[in-house]
Each structure stands twice: as structure tokens, then as C-alpha cells.
């Protein structure tokens, strides 16, 4: 998934099942799959990834995984501009490169 599913759908995080379904079902009959097959796609895969309650916490956790995961990043990349601790600062290096190299996979 690649783009915000909530956004595509055009809805809040916090909507029910049911909101979710009257916003899917308006975006399909605006945008038909006979006439705009791609943009068609886009919605039901956003649809098919938030269409229940579980579904979309997961979404909700990911995305504060995703921001949390950036967080220690960038404060991991702060510490190996530290000339204090050049160890650390290698084996810092070595568990991002190890979980970008994962997360590629």
C-alpha cells in the first residue's frame, strides 16, 4: 500500500464500517471501472485495506510505527555525527543498513 487509504477514501481515521463503505460506494459510481480502471483500482485497494475495524488499526499502528521507526533514524544519524562514540556510531550504521536491507525484501 502505497498511498493513505483514508485519504483515498476520503474519510477520517476515526470513521466507522459503515462510513467507509457509503464513501467507497460513491467513489466507485464517480469513478467507473469501465471508464477509469486505474483510479477504480486505487480505490478498492484503498477500500480493501481499511474496510473493517481491525483492518484499519492496523493501518493506524503502521503508519505510527512507520513515523516512530523514522524518529530513531534520524536520532541514530544525529549520534553518528558524534565524534564521541565512533564505535557506536559504526554499529549504529550497521543495524539501520541491516533493517533497510530487510524491509527491501
Not at 485519504?7 to 462510513?19: C, R, Y
Not at 460513491?26 to 471508464?35: G, H, Y
Not at 512507520?66 to 556510531?89: N, Q, V, W, Y
Request: net charge negative; aromatic share 4%.
Amino acid at each position: 500500500m502505497t498511498k493513505d487509504p483514508f485519504a483515498t477514501l476520503g474519510i477520517d481515521e476515526d470513521a466507522d464500517d459503515e462510513a467507509v463503505r457509503q464513501s467507497y460506494l460513491a467513489l466507485v459510481r464517480r469513478f467507473s471501472p469501465d471508464r477509469e480502471p486505474e483510479r477504480f483500482q486505487e480505490i478498492r485497494a484503498a477500500y480493501e485495506a481499511i474496510s473493517n475495524e481491525r483492518a484499519r488499526l492496523e493501518v493506524k499502528l503502521l503508519r505510527a510505527g512507520t513515523a516512530a521507526l523514522t524518529r530513531l533514524k534520524l536520532h541514530c544519524l544525529e549520534a553518528i555525527g558524534s565524534d564521541r562514540h565512533p564505535a557506536r556510531a559504526a554499529t549504529v550504521v550497521g543495524v539501520i543498513l541491516d533493517g533497510l536491507h530487510s524491509a527491501e525484501v
